[in-house]
């Protein structure tokens, strides 16, 4: 079966095959490049794809607008993007692969930072806005739409007047290093139930978890 997909405002439309492109998906950890952002809060999607590439021996190689590896797992091809933008401009980084790619929008899934959950909090949700943060703006903008996938990882809000920025860019506290490893593991559990369950499934089965 084939079936058409328009990814962005300029009307662009590709014919493909609806078998093979519901079985891609694009994985999208956000964060900005370079050593002093590397242990940083605000990189946790990028964290988190370094782990699962850890974990099954991936290698990420640089490409145009980031860096990616691909996973294969049941049947599915798990592109792992880590946009080279910074993370205000992630939307176009996004979008060149979902394009080039030819994946559907419901395949897209944004792992990102929130200071609005406790530390290490998952939640996957469908739609929403992007909370203020700029690398969901901008992803909203060149997607010209709310509706699409993101895993939020919880950093907290323990931070004080005026301190937020420092807090944001700042490395993980020793406490939070030692637990993170398992919320590490949560993570790639989610991605690929994401890819294999559903969404739907995936909500139910990780969200508060």
Do not use: C
Not at 40 to 47: A, C, L, V
Not at 183 to 190: H, M, P
């Amino acid at each position: 079966m084939y079936k058409f997909f328009n990814f962005f405002k300029k009307s662009q439309t590709f014919k493909i095959d609806e078998t093979d492109s519901m079985k891609k998906f694009l994985i999208v950890g956000l964060g900005n490049i370079g050593a002093k952002y590397h242990n940083t809060r605000h990189n946790i999607g990028f964290k988190v794809l370094d782990f699962l590439a850890d974990k099954e021996s991936l290698t990420f190689t640089t490409d145009k607008l980031g860096d990616l590896t691909t996973y294969k797992f049941k049947g599915r091809t798990f592109i792992l993007l880590k946009p080279s933008t910074f993370m205000n401009l992630s939307g176009k980084s996004v979008m060149y692969w979902l394009t080039k790619e030819k994946i559907p929008l419901e395949n897209l899934l944004i792992i990102t930072d929130d200071l609005n959950l406790p530390f290490g909090s998952i939640r996957l949700k469908t739609k929403g806005s992007d909370g203020g943060h700029n690398g969901l703006k901008d992803i909203q903008d060149k997607l010209n739409t709310t509706k699409y996938n993101r895993f939020r990882f919880g950093i907290s809000d323990e931070f004080s007047t005026g301190r937020q920025v420092d807090y944001v860019l700042g490395d993980w506290s020793d406490e939070e290093n030692k637990a993170l490893t398992e919320r590490l593991e949560k993570s790639v559990e989610l991605i690929k139930s994401f890819g294999t369950a559903g969404i739907n499934n995936t909500m139910s089965s990780f969200n508060g978890k």
